[in-house]
């Protein structure tokens, strides 16, 4: 099968595949046994009127496949409001995305930064006592609770050592905006590229000269995405070091040395053999951390898509919870899309 037929099946499969993730993330938050209007309005402003007026403008007055429908119209169509912020979702998710975008970034360095060198080493001498305190690393990232580490580093970092910073996010100036506008409408698409990239402020900022922003945000940033690192890392450095080790006892590299070649070679076509797996985890990673930290991004007050996502289910705002699903399994589709094209350049043997 070739890779025009394998895209034009990963394709067909693309529409279902969001439409199930909707649907399903929907009814499970439709049969929570509470009244979702009334969490939106809140104690003090529950009067009938105001409950009943809401009801019948998102349906809740409708059978679940027409209230489905409706929010899946509204979202589509760019008019699904949040009901508790009164402004636009689609306005929300692009404000907020970016600002995940960035988390993701700093995270997936320092997962790459902690992980690959750790796993390589870790491998390399092997059984030895830098291998056993990869191996404690790699349990440590696994088991920690994730808000337990994020306290300890801000307490280390932010309360003693002052290095970093717990709000706001540094954003670049509405010249900067109006600039980047102007390219979107007058250079034909290459301009709306470069606007889509600029929308991320430590992209968009440098394309203006307002490099200020983006050492502001490696100073706001640097430790959330630390602390995603450590988390990822040692997992990453866990599937390194044994991807390494299959590699080294696999036929082609037994051959190898054999034939004589030198440990520069043979450690080359090793790691070769083994990135096709760990490109596909961090991919996923990568894709995970697009969607969102919630965790993360509650604890150190990041206004990204995982804090709009939990504030939304604890709330049961359909609009929200609708359009953060429909934005994360996009993200899913396409990062497993990615991973795969580039598996199959790092591994010749794998065709589609």
């Known amino acids: ?149 994020y306290y300890f580093l801000i307490l280390a970092f932010y309360v003693y050592v002052r290095a970093s910073l ?30 889509a990239v600029g929308q991320v402020p430590i992209f968009g900022a440098p394309m203006c000269g307002e490099f200020s922003v983006v050492s502001e945000t490696v100073v706001r940033m640097w430790l959330p995405g630390l602390a995603l690192g450590l988390l990822s890392g040692g997992f990453i450095a866990r599937i390194v070091r044994n991807s390494l080790l299959d590699a080294f006892t696999s036929e082609s590299i037994l051959f190898a040395k054999a034939r004589g070649l030198t440990n520069q070679r043979i450690w080359r076509h090793a790691l070769k053999n083994a990135f096709a797996p760990i490109v596909t985890i961090l991919g996923l990673d990568f894709a995970g951390l697009l969607t969102g930290a919630i965790i993360a991004e509650t604890v150190f007050n990041i206004p990204g898509m995982g804090l709009y996502m939990y504030q939304g289910i604890t709330r049961l705002n359909f609009p929200i919870i609708i359009a953060g699903t429909f934005l994360f399994s996009i993200i899913y589709i396409v990062m497993n899309l990615i991973v795969d094209l580039i598996y199959a350049l790092i591994d010749p043997r794998v065709r589609y």
Do not use: H, N
């Open 166 to 195: 717990l709000a706001g996010v540094p954003f670049y100036s509405l010249s900067c905006a109006a600039r980047l506008d102007s390219i979107r409408d007058t250079v034909p698409v290459l301009g709306y590229l470069v606007w």
């Open 1 to 149: 099968m070739g890779l025009g037929s394998y895209l034009l099946r990963r394709l067909l499969t693309f529409l279902p595949s969001v439409i199930g993730a909707l649907l399903i993330t929907y009814l499970i938050a439709y049969v929570i046994p509470t009244d979702p209007v009334r969490a939106w309005v809140g104690e003090k402003l529950m009067d009938p009127s105001t409950l009943d007026k809401l009801k019948k403008e998102y349906k809740f007055d409708a059978p679940w496949y027409e209230q489905f429908a409706f929010l899946i119209e509204k979202l589509l169509s760019g008019t699904l409001i949040d009901p508790i912020r009164g402004t636009p979702v689609v306005q929300q998710v692009a404000q907020r995305f970016p600002i995940t975008v960035e988390l993701a970034i700093f995270g997936m360095l320092f997962t790459v930064a902690i992980g690959i060198p750790l796993g390589i080493v870790a491998a390399a001498k092997k059984d030895s006592v830098i291998d056993f305190f990869v191996r404690i690393f790699a349990l440590f990232g696994s088991s920690i609770p994730a808000f337990v580490l």
